[in-house]
T-cell receptor, first 111, second 115 residues
Framework: SQQGEEDPQALSIQEGENATMNCSYK?????LQWYRQNSGRGLVHLIL???NEREKHSGRLRVTLDTSKKSSSLLITASRAADTASYFC???????????WGAGTKLIIKP | NAGVMQNPRHLVRRRGQEARLRCSPM?????VYWYRQLPEEGLKFMVY????????ESGMPKERFSAEFPKEGPSILRIQQVVRGDSAAYFC?????????????FGSGTQLSVL
C-alpha cells in the first residue's frame, strides 16, 4: 500500500528560488526519510528525521515533520540547476522491514 | 570504497527468456533490498535478504521471480519466462544492519526491456 504521497507531482522554478515539496502518510511512523533520484540513476539519501524531531537541516535542505498532521516538507533554498531531480519520501512501517515510498515530486530548476 | 554495484546496467530479453540481475552490496553490508520502479512512479518493494536468508519476499510475485543472496558472491534477482510487463528499472539497495532507522545505499539500477 502507498504510505507516503508527495505533493506536488511536478514543480518547475527559476534558479535561485526556493523549492518546497510535501509528503503525507497514513499510519504512525518511527522515522521518515527523503531521497533524491537523478534521471536514470539510483536514489541518494538526503535526510532522515525521527518521529520525535520537528525540524532538521543539512546544508541548503530543511525538513520538517508534523506527526499530528502526518506530513513532512522538504525545502531546498537557493535552488541550483543541479537540484533538478525527483524527490521521494519514504516512511517506515512499524513491525515491518520495509520502507514505503511515495511516487515522488519531479523538480525542474530553470537556469 | 565502491558503492552498491549492479549489473548489467541495461538488459534486453525476448519474451520467455530468463533475466538475471546482480547486485553487490557495499562492503560491510549484509542486508540487501530489491525494488522495482516503473517510469514516473515510486519504488515498489520486492524482497529483503540477508546473507543466505530471505527475510521478506512479500512484494515479489510468487511465480517466475526468485532472489538469493549466497554466502559468497552477489545477490541475484532472477526472472524466468519474462513477459512485457516485467519491463522496468530494478534497483538494489543495501544497509549495514537492516533497520528501517538507517539510510539505504542504492545501486544505479538495471533497466530491463522485454521485447
Amino acid at each position: 500500500s502507498q504510505q507516503g504521497e508527495e505533493d506536488p507531482q511536478a514543480l518547475s522554478i527559476q534558479e535561485g528560488e526556493n523549492a518546497t515539496m510535501n509528503c503525507s502518510y497514513k499510519t504512525s511512523i518511527n522515522n521518515l526519510q527523503w531521497y533524491r533520484q537523478n534521471s536514470g540513476r539510483g536514489l541518494v539519501h538526503l535526510i532522515l528525521i525521527r518521529s520525535n524531531e520537528r525540524e532538521k537541516h543539512s546544508g541548503r535542505l530543511r525538513v520538517t515533520l508534523d506527526t499530528s498532521k502526518k506530513s513532512s516538507s522538504l525545502l531546498i533554498t537557493a535552488s541550483r540547476a543541479a537540484d533538478t531531480a525527483s524527490y521521494f519520501c519514504a516512511t517506515d512501517e512499524p513491525s515491518n522491514y520495509q520502507l514505503i515510498w511515495g511516487a515522488g515530486t519531479k523538480l525542474i530548476i530553470k537556469p | 570504497n565502491a558503492g552498491v554495484m549492479q549489473n548489467p546496467r541495461h538488459l534486453v530479453r525476448r519474451r520467455g527468456q530468463e533475466a538475471r540481475l546482480r547486485c553487490s552490496p557495499m562492503k560491510g553490508h549484509s542486508h540487501v533490498y530489491w525494488y522495482r520502479q516503473l517510469p514516473e512512479e515510486g519504488l515498489k518493494f520486492m524482497v529483503y535478504l540477508q546473507k543466505e536468508n530471505i527475510i521478506d519476499e512479500s512484494g515479489m510475485p510468487k511465480e517466475r521471480f526468485s532472489a538469493e543472496f549466497p554466502k559468497e558472491g552477489p545477490s541475484i534477482l532472477r526472472i524466468q519466462q519474462v513477459v512485457r510487463g516485467d519491463s522496468a528499472a530494478y534497483f538494489c539497495a543495501s544497509s549495514p544492519q537492516g533497520s528501517t532507522n538507517e539510510k539505504l545505499f542504492f545501486g544505479s539500477g538495471t533497466q530491463l526491456s522485454v521485447l
